[in-house]
Structure formats: C-alpha cells, structure tokens
C-alpha cells in the first residue's frame, strides 16, 4: 500500500512540473552557420605529424604499379562501344564468373554496366589502384540478375534508344541505320525468350539507376559482395600491360 502512494505521488509530481511547463521554454529555432573547409583554414602541425606515416602507407599503397597501358583509354573513343568500357565489362565477367560459379555452378553470360559509370580515362603508363578508384570511384557491387529471353530483349530495347556506349560483355549487337536490331546474340547464339541467361552489373543499375527499370523484372538475383573497383584492382595484378580495344560487339551498319 505504501508502494503504491508512493508511485502515485510520484506520477502527480511529474504531472504537474510537465503542466507547469511554458511554452517559452521550448526550443523554436535552430541557428547554424556554414563553415567552409579550404586552404584557408590552418592545419594542426600536431594532427599532420601524427597522421603523416599513414598517409604515405596509402599512398604508396595507391600509387605502386599494378600494370601498364601503352596509351590512353577514353570513354568518348566512340559511339556504341570503346576500348575503356569494353575492358570494364570484360573485366566484371572475367572476374566475377569464378565467384558466381562456386556458389551457384552457373556461369555469368553477360555484362552490362553504364557509360557514365565510367568517370576517369585510363591514362598511358602505369596503372596504379588509384587508377582504379579515378575509374570507379563509386562503392558499386557486382550483382548478377537471372533474366529470361523475353526481358533480355528489354535491355536491348534500352541499348537501342539509348545510344550510347554502355560497357557490355558476352553480349553481340548489330543494329542497322534505323537502330533497329539486325543481330542480337548471347555467347554466339539468337536469344531464347524462354531459356535464363545470368546478367552481372553493378547493384545501382539493378534498384533501377540510368533508367534500367528491366532489371526489377528479374526473377532472381545473386549479390556477389564484389565492388567493381576491386574487381578492376585485381585484373591489373594478373596482368602486365592491358589491350583494350574497340571492337564489333555492339556496331551499327548500313542496311
């Protein structure tokens, strides 16, 4: 019984200083000032000297040669397909199968991934990790998307209003004047509507970046835990000097 006065009075108190409460002493407006950081603004010498080995552990980690390439790669090199997106996709199937294969027993049948993913050209000489992250700057993840004929035939449709060099891999496309398909093929065959083909690219253009809505029409996906960036720094230690080109994988001609 004395526990429950107790409580009662307790709850009353809280009652009445919450009751007693003005409306003045509630926060009405927050006032902030924007601080621009720039050259400006003086460094911290002790701050500098305490993260100065770490920053050259990085950097010497960023910068130190992985391959070479003998000239520069560009993605405005051409209209429908270029050396630098050619290399990005080839490099996403090539690395991405060995994974997809060991935890599914399927192999990736293509690519696709978006021009203006591409954000840095690869310049002639040494090619460094920091290449890889001017390249790819973003946090984007393979992600391969399970897709029947029917829907692959949608990303062709995008391809063919598009117009423009997205990276594609595995896949072959002809388009004539018109850009009407005159050639479509998937490991050198017509596409199927009804057979599965495994389509890799990165987790943006899967949740619909660039306008790849077809992609939610998947029926199944299989997130890889891959960054592309990574996937680029791991071919440049397998391979000495890189050979991009341009190629027919995707050409418009004269028909």
């Given amino acids: 019984m004395k526990k429950m006065l107790l409580k009662s009075y307790f709850i009353i108190a809280l009652l009445t200083i919450f009751s007693s409460c003005k409306k003045s002493n509630y926060l009405n407006n927050i006032e902030g000032e924007r601080i621009e950081i720039n050259e400006a603004i003086a460094s911290d010498p002790e701050v500098e000297a305490f993260i100065k080995?770490?920053?050259?552990?990085?950097?010497?980690?960023?910068?130190?040669?992985?391959?070479y390439a003998p000239q520069t790669y560009s993605k405005g090199d051409g209209d429908l397909n270029t050396a630098i997106g050619n290399l990005m996709a080839d490099i996403v199937l090539e690395q991405a199968n060995p994974v997809f294969n060991s935890r599914t027993g399927n192999k990736v049948d293509m690519v696709l991934l978006n021009y203006g993913g591409i954000r840095a050209p690869?310049?002639?000489?040494?090619?460094?990790?920091?290449?890889?992250?001017?390249?790819?700057?973003?946090?984007?993840?393979?992600?391969?998307?399970?897709?029947?004929g029917a829907l692959v035939k949608k990303l062709i449709a995008y391809l063919q209003e598009s117009k423009r060099a997205h990276p594609i891999s595995?896949?072959?496309l002809t388009l004539d004047h018109n850009f009407e398909v005159v050639n479509a093929l998937i490991n050198d065959k017509e596409i199927d509507d009804e057979t599965s083909y495994f389509v890799a690219t990165n987790d943006y253009l899967y949740n619909g970046g660039s306008n790849m809505s077809f992609f939610k029409e998947s029926t199944n996906s299989h997130i890889?835990?891959?960054?592309?960036?990574?996937?680029?720094?791991?071919y440049f230690k397998?391979?000495?000097t890189i050979n991009p080109v341009r190629d027919d994988r995707f050409i418009q001609i004269n028909k």
């Fill in 224 to 234: 890889l835990n891959y960054k592309i960036r990574n996937a680029m720094i791991d």
């Fill in 238 to 240: 397998k391979v000495d």
């Fill in 53 to 67: 080995p770490y920053k050259a552990h990085v950097n010497k980690m960023l910068d130190s040669a992985l391959a």
């Fill in 122 to 148: 690869i310049s002639k000489g040494n090619i460094s990790a920091r290449t890889a992250y001017q390249v790819m700057p973003f946090e984007n993840s393979i992600i391969v998307a399970e897709m029947k």
């Fill in 170 to 172: 595995g896949l072959k």
